[in-house]
Structure formats: structure tokens, C-alpha cells
């Protein structure tokens, strides 16, 4: 206790000094814990887009490639899948439920997922947790929308607003939909995964809003031959009207079942016993009749996080380099302070203090900057949390965690106190050494 409260009284009197070499270690261990939260809840939030499914199926491309482009919602698919394909799969006895995934539109640069009502019912996220609507309820009607959080609060969107789709998925298009707006019948809660930035329509809608558009955004009711979406591409001029015909009488009550798509983008895949997705996989990586990918989103997650595990080795490896020279920066200040304090070395030995009572009495000090440090540095960690977290969320979808410290950002801790320590050692032994060979006379 008599060592402790000789250093506290010695750092005290160094207060200005001090106070420097806390706030630059402090800023080392906040950057240190902060890299591995970021690391961490991205590793968490890529981990929990998905869950509970066992497959996803789209048109023959790398494994990443159809993760992303269909669960992340990043890329394009180059190509479709059709549907007859779908069905066929889908009908398969080992095959529980699947969700058909369409993608190419977009509103106001979010974009726009056309999906059934599986998708409510199957879809998993996090450990899986099941999709909940905040407000509203599913869509029923061709033309009904369900928005993400993040779209109905960016946007300002209430039940029973309207929204016109836009071809194609850039931040910002000047080819929409306008002849067949849509009304927002609910909003999904928050996630915290690409779903709060999608806007949900039926299969029905997607195909109902690209039967008879030209590429102006007009539906003229007479020459449809120019109609560029994928899912008509390969039709002539007769196909077309005659398709545009029995939609149209679709959509005016007769049998909205029946205005099937003729290409989805991709598709989720649930089995009854996990064991077969790897013989279905091999299955339908093989299918004669189109090229097709079937990808586990578990490996794919793996492969992708390996991709970007560079970026993340790299922001770790430049926030030790910051520690490190915060803690060299403490190394100095007690180096520089050992000619200052000799005399105060041989006071305390000619009151009877040892040699070792000098050691640990630095010893003690480097613990009490590096015990200060951590705790500066975890509260400004939460301070930056408490201000980054709305923006980080709003910017990236990304939700920081305000939680607890895990157990290795605890580690990184442990070993911060552990090289201060030794740290603290170098200075402790040459004032050991100055004491013996000083006595009690001090060498200027």
C-alpha cells in the first residue's frame, strides 16, 4: 500500500506528463477495440443476413457471386433461371419449401425484390428469427408493397402511399414504371441485414408491371414487341400481345395464381433433413437442362469473408502500430523522468527503502498509466459507439453492438495491461541498477 500510494503522489507531480501519455495510449486502446467491434459485428451481420436455409439456387457463376447478388443484394445476375426449372426443383421430395427470388428493379436506389408469400413464412435471419411486420400486413394484391425499416424511415413512407418502380438498379433512374404505381400495405421491422433495404412485391407485380413496357415507362396497349426486361426478351410481337392479353384478364379478377413469371433471378431452398442438401447440391450443379449453381450459404459466407478478411487484417494491423507507439510513447516519458528522480531514489533510500522497493515503485507506476489508459480508451470506445452507431447504421445497414466487452476484446485488454507491465519493467530495472551504484549519492 505505502508503494502505491508513493507512486500515485509521484504521478501527480508529474501531472501534465502524464496526463499526455494517458490520452495517447488511451486513443491506441480505443482504436485497438474499436477495429475489433467493427470486425467483429460485420463478421456477425454477414453471418446473420441468412439463416435456416440450406441452398441457393441461381443461373451457372461463382459461389460469392450468387450470394451477393442474391442475398446481399450487391451485383447483378448475368443470367436467369427459368421457371419451369424452378418448379421442377421445387416439387422435389427432399425439397421442404423454397423461396423464388427476382431481381432488377429498383425505388429511389433501394431495390426491389419480387418474391411470394414463402418468403414471409421460411425466410430466416440472425439465429433464425423470423421475419415480423411493424406495421400493416403481407401483400395479397399484384400491385401491394411491403418496405424494409430502413426504406419506410429514410423515405418517410406511410400505409397506403404510393410508389412507382424503376427499371434497372442504379442509385438513380430515368426509365420507371409510372403506369402501375404500388401501395404500401406494410413495413418489415428492423433486421439489421439487407432486407430493411429492400422493397417486397409479389412475383405477380414484377411480372405484371414489365407485360406491354417499351422501355419508355408507357403501357400503349398496342405495340409490344419492344419490350426489353429479361423475362421477355426471347418473345416476337405475337407472343407478346397474346401474353399481354391473359394478364390483362389476370389482373382484371379471374385468376391471380395464374400470371406466373417466366425467369426468376434465384431461389432459397429448404430441406427436410440437411444430410440431402449436399446430394441436391451435386444434383443440380449438374442438371442437364440449364447451367445452374446451387451453393451452401455457410461455405459461400466463408469464402466471402476470406475475400475480405485482408481489409480486416490489415485495419487490425494498423491499430497495433498505433498502440505500439502510444506505448513506446509511455516508455519514454518514464525513461525521460529517471535523471529527474534520482535524488528522489536516494531520499527514498536513506530511509530504508531496498533497491526492489525502487523497482516496484516504477513498476506500480507503468501499471497505474496502462490501468488509466484502458479505461480511458474503453470509455471514449463507447462514446464513439454511442455517436457512430446511428450513422454506421444508416450509411452501411451495419448495427454496431453497444453491448458488453467480449471475451476477446477482453483478451486485447488483458494483453495491453501485459505489455505495459513489461513495458514499465525497462525504466524499473535501470532505477534498480542507479539505486545500487547511487547509494545514497546522487551522480550528476
Known amino acids: 500500500m505505502m508503494t502505491l500510494g508513493l507512486s500515485w503522489k509521484s504521478i501527480r507531480h508529474r501531472g501534465f506528463t502524464v496526463a499526455l501519455t494517458v490520452i495517447s495510449l488511451s486513443l491506441g486502446v480505443a482504436l485497438l477495440l474499436g477495429v475489433e467491434r467493427m470486425r467483429s459485428e460485420a463478421r456477425e451481420g454477414f453471418t446473420n443476413t441468412i439463416s435456416g436455409t440450406d441452398l441457393i439456387v441461381g443461373a451457372r457463376t461463382g459461389d460469392v457471386s450468387l450470394l451477393l447478388s442474391s442475398v446481399f443484394r450487391i451485383g447483378n445476375a448475368t443470367q436467369k433461371i427459368s421457371w419451369e426449372t424452378y418448379e421442377k426443383i421445387s416439387k422435389n421430395p427432399q425439397v421442404a419449401w423454397t423461396i423464388p427470388l427476382s431481381l432488377g428493379d429498383s425505388h429511389k436506389g433501394y431495390r426491389v425484390l419480387g418474391t411470394s408469400a414463402e418468403y414471409f413464412d421460411h425466410y430466416r435471419y440472425g439465429r433464425k428469427q423470423a421475419l415480423e411486420m411493424a406495421e400493416g400486413v403481407r401483400f395479397a394484391d399484384t400491385y401491394d408493397a411491403v418496405l424494409g425499416a430502413e426504406v419506410a424511415r429514410k423515405l418517410g413512407y406511410q400505409i397506403s402511399d404510393e410508389i412507382v418502380l424503376a427499371h434497372g438498379s442504379g442509385d438513380v433512374s430515368f426509365v420507371e414504371h409510372t403506369d402501375k404505381p404500388f401501395r404500401v400495405v406494410g413495413v418489415l421491422k428492423a433486421t439489421g441485414t439487407p432486407v430493411d433495404r429492400a422493397v417486397h412485391v409479389s412475383l405477380e407485380g414484377i411480372e405484371a408491371v414489365h407485360v406491354g413496357w417499351d422501355g419508355s415507362g408507357d403501357h400503349d396497349g398496342h405495340d409490344h414487341s419492344n419490350c426489353n426486361h429479361p423475362a421477355h426478351d426471347h418473345g416476337d410481337h405475337e407472343t407478346g400481345m397474346d401474353r399481354l392479353a391473359a394478364i390483362e384478364s389476370t389482373l382484371a379478377g379471374e385468376d391471380p395464381n395464374s400470371l406466373e413469371p417466366e425467369t426468376i433471378t434465384a431461389f432459397l431452398v429448404g430441406m427436410h433433413s440437411r444430410v440431402d442438401a449436399v446430394f ?165
Not at 470506445?381 to 444508416?394: K, N, S, T, W
Request: net charge positive; proline share 2%; with cysteine.
Open 280 to 444: 441436391l447440391q451435386r444434383s443440380i450443379n449438374t442438371y442437364k437442362g440449364e447451367a445452374l449453381s446451387a451453393v451452401m450459404p455457410g461455405v459461400a459466407l466463408q469464402e466471402l469473408w476470406q475475400v475480405v478478411g485482408v481489409v480486416e487484417t490489415t485495419l487490425l494491423v494498423i491499430s497495433l502500430f498505433v498502440l505500439g507507439v502510444s506505448l513506446a510513447g509511455m516508455l519514454s516519458s518514464l525513461l525521460a523522468s529517471l535523471n529527474e528522480r534520482r535524488r528522489e531514489m536516494a531520499i527514498l533510500r536513506s530511509v530504508g527503502a531496498r533497491p526492489v522497493h525502487i523497482l516496484s515503485l516504477i513498476v506500480v507506476e507503468s501499471i497505474l498509466l496502462t490501468t488509466a489508459s484502458i479505461a480511458a480508451g474503453i470509455a471514449l470506445l463507447y462514446g464513439m459507439l454511442l455517436v457512430a452507431r446511428p450513422v454506421v447504421l444508416e450509411k452501411t445497414g451495419l448495427q454496431l453492438g453497444f453491448g458488453m466487452l467480449s471475451s476477446w476484446e477482453l483478451i486485447l485488454i488483458g494483453l495491453v495491461m501485459l505489455v505495459g507491465l513489461l513495458v514499465g519493467l525497462v525504466p524499473a530495472w535501470l532505477c534498480y541498477r542507479r539505486s545500487l551504484s547511487d547509494g545514497l549519492t546522487v551522480r550528476v
